[in-house]
């Protein structure tokens, strides 16, 4: 199936630093979502974004869908504790369904 | 409102026995997802309804039965399931064409003993 590769695959930083990580795919895609999730609860949607070369924000979040629709990144600036979790991109290839891919997620744990 | 919400939120079945998930939303959204998600890993998709129709089957085996009875609910029919079927199990919108922001439920954590 199709496949997206997310890195880092977990990241161990101190409070206050800023974070990236990012996704890439072969295929182009029309979607890029990122979502946060806590351990035993859904993925919660933190940024959408549709257009080749948008950037957006969401608080200390920001995320950009890559030019040639093939990559996303996502940053978060000044973490803090509560930023802690898995973090995943997904994404719908273009003249595909309304399947959504997910990449295998970006563990995150910030020191106090 | 951008809720959906899952029952139970914890499933303890036996091998032998019949049990449902269920799943609701109340956003307008006309596609509804299945996902199931091991531990350490992304969620995978099981089944996708658009407009109360099955559009995509993962190729998930038949103990797995889904049900979209309108477009605000969706059922997840369980049947002789097997231990490694133990999972968090997540239900999601959409607006459905041209796809949109999905929205996951808190998920329902299944263990099959």
């Known amino acids: 199936g199709q496949q997206l590769n997310q890195s880092p695959q977990s990241m161990f930083i101190q409070e206050g630093e800023d974070v990236s990580m990012n996704c890439t795919s072969s295929?182009?895609?029309?979607?890029w979502l990122w979502y946060k999730q806590d351990p035993g609860e859904g993925p919660v949607l933190l940024i959408a974004l549709y257009k080749a070369g948008e950037l957006t924000s969401n608080g200390r979040l920001t995320a950009q869908f890559g030019i040639t629709r093939k990559d996303s990144f996502l940053n978060i600036s000044a973490s803090i504790p509560s930023d802690v979790g898995i973090y995943f991109c997904a994404g719908q290839i273009q003249g595909g369904s309304e399947k959504l891919v997910f990449g295998k997620g970006t563990k995150l744990t910030v020191n106090p | 409102d951008t809720e959906v919400t899952q029952t139970p939120k914890h499933l303890v079945m036996g091998m032998t026995n019949k049990k449902s998930l269920k799943c609701e939303q109340h956003?307008?959204?006309?596609?509804m997802y299945w996902y199931k998600q091991k531990a350490k890993k992304p969620p995978e998709l099981m089944f996708v309804y658009s407009y109360e129709k099955l559009s995509i089957n993962e190729s998930v085996p038949s103990r797995f039965s889904p049900e979209c009875p309108n477009s605000s609910l969706l059922n997840l029919h369980l049947h002789a399931l097997q231990p490694e079927d133990s999972a968090l199990y997540l239900c999601?919108?959409?607006?459905?064409?041209?796809?949109?922001?999905?929205?996951f439920g808190q998920g329902t954590r299944l263990t099959v003993v």
């Open positions: 295929s182009i895609f029309n979607t």
């Open positions: 999601a919108s959409s607006a459905g064409q041209g796809f949109g922001e999905a929205f």
């Open positions: 956003m307008g959204h006309r596609a």
